[in-house]
Nanobody, 128 residues
Framework: VQLVESGGGQAQAGGSLRLSCSASGHIWSVNAMGWYRQAPGKERELVAV??????????YYADSVKGRFIISSGTVRGTVFLQMNNLEPEDTAMYYC????????????????????WGQGTQVTVSS
């Protein structure tokens, strides 16, 4: 699976950015997609995960972004977006798209490693 992230940039606190991720290759094996972020000197943090559940799109968010970020699926399989609203300086990080095969209760994605496929990431910088 190849992942390409885009949409990062600079924003003021309170502003918004929208990240995009496109997966290609063996996406037939992908059942969930999400976003991690990593700030300098900090551990990688799972931000959001989404997957299809029947006719619904179900999601999981880290507490730090709940109510501010929205993960959504594109119309093309293997595409996912992250709408980031009310940005805070603490959101500054490199953001990486991630994919999973297992179909899990959403909270379990926080402790289940994704496929070891990573894109180049997209930098988000939020100034106060």
């Amino acid at each position: 699976v190849q992942l390409v992230e885009s949409g990062g940039g600079q924003a003021q606190a309170g502003g918004s950015l929208r990240l995009s991720c496109s997966a290609s290759g063996h996406i037939w094996s992908v059942n969930a997609m999400g976003w991690y972020r990593q700030a300098p000197g900090k551990e990688r943090e799972l931000v959001a995960v989404g997957r299809i559940n029947g006719n619904s799109w179900i999601t999981y968010y880290a507490d730090s972004v709940k109510g501010r970020f929205i993960i959504s699926s594109g119309t093309v399989r293997g595409t996912v977006f992250l709408q980031m609203n009310n940005l805070e300086p603490e959101d500054t990080a490199m953001y990486y798209c991630a994919t999973w095969n297992p179909v899990l209760p959403m909270k379990e994605y926080a402790t289940t490693p994704p496929f070891d496929y990573w894109g180049q990431g997209t930098q988000v910088t939020v100034s106060s």
